[in-house]
């Protein structure tokens, strides 16, 4: 769209309608104003990537979690499956206690943090469910972001085929412009 607009001023130009100082610094704006839209769609799209990524990842890995709900025992498989890395600290013994720390690091979603023992208490059937509705609700929630991304992304595409058959009509004119000349 821009290219279209920057020929009409050539045409312009070449016509005497603008004094030549004033469209190089209309030219010259209109540069810089392109510059600046790509360079913040490319961040927009980078940002939007990496949130899709996450979400992604997030998705993943409850996918691993779900095959191991009721684990008896702790196998290799599972380590493997399940965790990325573990971190032991050295041993503090300053309060009279042996105290290690241990960090608990899960593929694809980072530090594992345990809950302290007053959160962790028997759920009412009441509780069960109202945890199960909201597990349900992030679930569409997700499915409809996933779909809302996807459109997104098709406009883009199809905006960018646009854009090149514009440029790609633009460039034609322009050869046949100078063939004419």
Do not use: W
Not at 115 to 134: D, F, G, N
Not at 147 to 168: M, P, S, T, V
Request: charged share 40%; aromatic share 8%; with cysteine.
């Amino acid at each position: 769209m821009l290219f279209v607009f920057l020929h009409k001023f050539y045409g312009a130009k070449a016509k005497s309608f603008f004094i030549p100082k004033r469209f190089a610094k209309l030219s010259a704006d209109y540069e810089q104003e392109q510059k600046q839209l790509i360079s913040a769609t490319e961040a927009l799209e980078n940002e939007l990537n990496q949130e899709a990524e996450q979400v992604d990842n997030v998705e993943y890995f409850l996918n691993i979690v779900r095959q191991y709900t009721e684990i008896k025992e702790l196998s290799a498989r599972v380590v493997n499956d399940l965790i990325d890395k573990i971190k032991v600290h050295a041993v503090d013994k300053s309060s009279g206690e042996r105290v290690q720390e241990v960090e608990v690091h899960l593929k694809f979603i980072g530090r594992f943090e345990v809950p302290s023992e007053e959160l962790v208490k028997e759920l009412t059937p009441e509780e069960i469910a109202a945890l199960e509705k909201e597990r349900i609700r992030k679930q569409k929630a997700r499915i409809a972001s996933k779909k809302c991304y996807e459109k997104k992304k098709q406009r883009r595409l199809e905006e960018q085929r646009q854009k090149e058959l514009a440029e790609q009509q633009a460039k034609e004119q322009k050869q046949t412009d100078e063939k004419s000349a």
